[in-house]
């Protein structure tokens, strides 16, 4: 599983995808799940297997739920993403050997996209409007002003406090510490509204503990995939896919010469934050 970055705000992890499963709510059960990829660029979602790409463009995206609504089984169910289109199709996406904590960060980057292309946003500060835009941090929702950082929005300091909407829909009130007053259109006060309240009610989860055995192996060892199945019993597909999530969470990276992972400065917070809440 592979990620980069472009100034496209690209995005490419692997996928299994089922386009145009359901419409009006029904599932068509005859359709069959394939292998892909989801690429998020600035206007639009590509859903690509084989030779074969779907478009989608962001205008066209309604909601992003972040739950299980696919009648699968229930480890199944977990992994579920679905988008709900304005044409009534929905587009149903799991994440290959996802993690709970990869499945809130891939939502996470579709909730920027998607305030990035509706947004426009502007910021009441001392009696006038500054332009800002809103970027998903590990911490929470960073506010850029001029693009450097501003000022974050944690999901503690949302929890139990009010986002409201005004009637026209096109001001939204946070209040905080302070009131913050921001300005958009209609959809991007939606977008903007949506994006806060995953946050407020997303779930931290810690990582499961076959994730802290690699994460604490490879903090004294930097190794490959063979050296991790041979000293910590994993099997190959198991120490890969890991490694691959870990990747994608920017937890580890890998020197292609080498070939070895070794952890991130971030891979060495999350370790350092499990041992700390252990004792």
Request: with cysteine; aromatic share 8%; proline share 5%.
């Amino acid at each position: 599983m592979t990620v980069q970055k472009t100034e496209n705000l690209f995005r490419k992890v692997i996928v299994r995808f089922r386009y145009k499963a359901g419409k009006n709510g029904q599932i068509f059960p005859q359709r069959s799940w394939d292998s892909g990829l989801l690429m998020t660029f600035s206007n639009r979602l590509i859903l690509a297997s084989g030779p074969f790409m779907q478009i989608i463009p962001l205008s066209s995206i309604l909601s992003i739920e972040d739950e299980g609504t696919f009648p699968l089984s229930e480890d199944s169910e977990s992994r579920i993403i679905p988008l709900v289109h304005l044409s009534g199709l929905d587009a149903y996406l799991t994440v290959i050997g996802v993690t709970p904590p990869v499945r809130t960060r891939l939502t996470e980057q579709l909730y920027q996209l998607l305030c990035s292309f509706h947004g426009g946003y502007q910021l009441m500060e001392g009696g006038e409007w500054i332009p800002v835009t809103f970027h998903s941090d590990p911490e929470g929702i960073m506010i850029r002003v001029n693009g450097k950082d501003s000022s974050l929005i944690t999901p503690s300091s949302l929890k139990g406090k009010e986002i409201r909407v005004e009637a026209d829909r096109s001001i939204l009130h946070l209040h905080l510490d302070r009131e913050i007053v921001i300005a958009s259109s209609t959809t991007g006060c939606k977008w903007l509204a949506m994006f806060l309240d995953h946050y407020v009610n997303r779930r931290t989860l810690p990582p499961e503990e076959r994730y802290l055995k690699v994460l604490r192996y490879l903090s004294r060892h930097p190794s490959s995939t063979g050296s991790l199945t041979a000293n910590l019993g994993l099997v190959a597909l198991e120490a890969s896919t890991i490694l691959n999530e870990m990747v994608f969470l920017e937890w580890v990276e890998l020197n292609h010469y080498s070939k070895l992972y070794t952890l991130t400065e971030r891979g060495s917070k999350v370790l350092a934050h499990h041992r700390e809440s252990d004792s």
